[in-house]
């Protein structure tokens, strides 16, 4: 017979291997309850424009969807807009599209389901983006890696719904650690990490558009040899509402957006992702050739003051092999591309390390590289282009643009989960645009800096 204290053990060990999203959504989560179809989650903004909003739902059992939509806080004179039948096979999700808004407005919305109220007052709302092109105040926020356990991130969400105002946030993968393309598994991970009250506050009045990592994507390191990653793909598209993903004739999770002056490209970093060990002979690549030839094609259009490229992966030379630094020959031609068109505004963002740097890449363009949101942190050895660097806690970033200023004005806000701002960092516009170098950070510098060995790989 087993002594009682190894059978413990055994059974303590068999839970700590057990899968991320059977093994911890439980408890934070409880399981629907019997009865009337309810919301299961709180309604969430997805992609919003200046002449529609993406409203996303989350419900209990199988429903006709559908939102009202007024600019009174009473909800006099609403405007009631049918949405899809939601269902098992998409996990009892569903987006309303809510088009015919005006710019720059506050709309109030309430959720329908089976033409029954589903929301109490007071009605959340939203304000719609400025018209295309117009010039004026941006602030959005940005980070990654969500944390193993749903409940990591939950301070740094309610952090940004009580502490800030932002326009919108950018989710820029790890956002969630299913490490598994089971849609099941993927589900949970995302249900628990969004039942938090700051989370679902935030998200009832700021949109939040997202890309995903390899975490969220598949296992880690994943890259386009991913069984199942279409799996993925259509679990992503349920939890979240962009403006689109991927092109008609392209999977993926990519999609580009405008909110005034400022433009945002958003990539998809695993899909078509070569792995990151095999050698280059001039193929290898992280987003595929339709999506670098959609990249090039949508710069190119692009006649914003600022273009913002987002992606999983750091784009900076000194990073971990998992990042641009494994496709030299592919971010060489995207930089080669902007400096033969002359395109010099741009704003690189990623995420990944569980720090969070900033970084002057080939002394041309700004990267920020932001989070965790709420996994636990890692550290980073000083890096030639580094100029700001954070580790330590959990970070979100913050960027506060004015085009409407001349020139325009950029600033960059670090944010430390309950703690507060931590670093508050105002641009010229030649250091935007590459004209001026930014100093790198030296070495010991920062108080939250520590020196370490670069990790081989990375968390
Ligand atoms: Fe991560």
């Given at each position: 017979?087993?002594?009682?204290?190894?059978?413990?053990?055994?059974?303590?060990?068999?839970?700590?291997?057990?899968?991320?999203?059977?093994?911890?959504?439980?408890?934070?989560?409880?399981?629907?309850?019997?009865?009337?179809?309810?919301?299961?989650?709180?309604?969430?903004?997805?992609?919003?424009?200046?002449?529609?909003?993406?409203?996303?739902?989350?419900?209990?059992?199988?429903?006709?969807?559908?939102?009202?939509?007024?600019?009174?806080?009473?909800?006099?004179?609403?405007?009631?807009?049918?949405?899809?039948?939601?269902?098992?096979?998409?996990?009892?999700?569903?987006?309303?599209?809510?088009?015919?808004?005006?710019?720059?407005?506050?709309?109030?919305?309430?959720?329908?389901?089976?033409?029954?109220?589903?929301?109490?007052?007071?009605?959340?709302?939203?304000?719609?983006?400025?018209?295309?092109?117009?010039?004026?105040?941006?602030?959005?926020?940005?980070?990654?890696?969500?944390?193993k356990e749903p409940w990591l991130d939950a301070a740094t969400w309610a952090d940004l719904e009580a502490r800030t105002s932002v326009d919108l946030v950018l989710q820029l993968g790890d956002n969630h650690y299913a490490n598994t393309t089971d849609p099941a598994k993927q589900r949970a991970a995302f249900i628990a990490h969004r039942s938090h009250a700051g989370f679902r506050a935030l998200f009832q009045h700021t949109p939040l558009y997202a890309v995903w990592d390899d975490h969220d994507f598949g296992v880690n390191d994943s890259d386009g040899t991913q069984k199942g990653k279409e799996d993925s793909l259509r679990t992503f598209s349920e939890f979240f509402a962009n403006p689109a993903a991927g092109e008609p004739d392209n999977s993926g999770v990519y999609f580009k957006f405008s909110r005034g002056d400022v433009d945002f490209f958003l990539l998809d970093d695993r899909y078509h992702r070569s792995p990151d060990k095999v050698p280059d002979d001039g193929t290898k690549t992280q987003l595929g050739a339709k999506q670098l030839a959609w990249l090039k094609r949508e710069l190119l259009a692009s006649k914003a003051t600022l273009r913002v490229i987002a992606c999983g992966g750091e784009w900076q030379g000194d990073s971990v092999a998992d990042s641009w630094k494994s496709y030299a020959r592919e971010e060489q031609e995207i930089f080669d591309f902007l400096a033969e068109h002359g395109i010099k505004n741009v704003l690189l963002l990623s995420g990944d390390r569980h720090f969070t740097a900033a970084y002057h890449v080939r002394g041309r363009f700004i990267e920020v590289t932001s989070g965790p949101l709420g996994s636990p942190g890692a550290k980073s050895r000083p890096s030639p282009e580094m100029f700001a660097y954070h580790d330590g806690g959990r970070f979100f970033s913050i960027y506060d643009i004015d085009t409407a200023a001349t020139p325009p004005a950029v600033a960059l806000e670090i944010w430390q989960t309950s703690i507060g701002l931590v670093e508050k960092r105002a641009f010229t516009w030649e250091q935007v645009t590459g004209g001026a170098k930014i100093e790198p950070r030296l070495p010991g510098s920062s108080t939250s800096h520590t020196e370490s060995q670069q990790p081989k790989t990375k968390p």
């Open positions: 017979m087993f002594p009682r204290f190894l059978v413990l053990a055994l059974l303590a060990s068999a839970a700590l291997a057990d899968d991320y999203g059977s093994s911890t959504a439980s408890p934070v989560v409880p399981p629907p309850q019997p009865g009337p179809v309810y919301l299961q989650l709180a309604p969430m903004l997805g992609h919003v424009g200046p002449t529609e909003a993406r409203i996303w739902v989350k419900a209990t059992g199988a429903a006709k969807l559908a939102v009202r939509v007024s600019e009174r806080a009473d909800m006099d004179g609403a405007r009631e807009i049918a949405g899809p039948e939601i269902k098992a096979a998409s996990d009892f999700t569903g987006v309303v599209v809510v088009p015919e808004l005006k710019a720059r407005t506050t709309y109030f919305y309430t959720v329908l389901l089976d033409g029954q109220p589903a929301l109490a007052r007071p009605w959340p709302s939203f304000t719609t983006a400025p018209a295309d092109g117009a010039k004026g105040r941006l602030r959005f926020a940005f980070g990654s890696c969500a944390g």
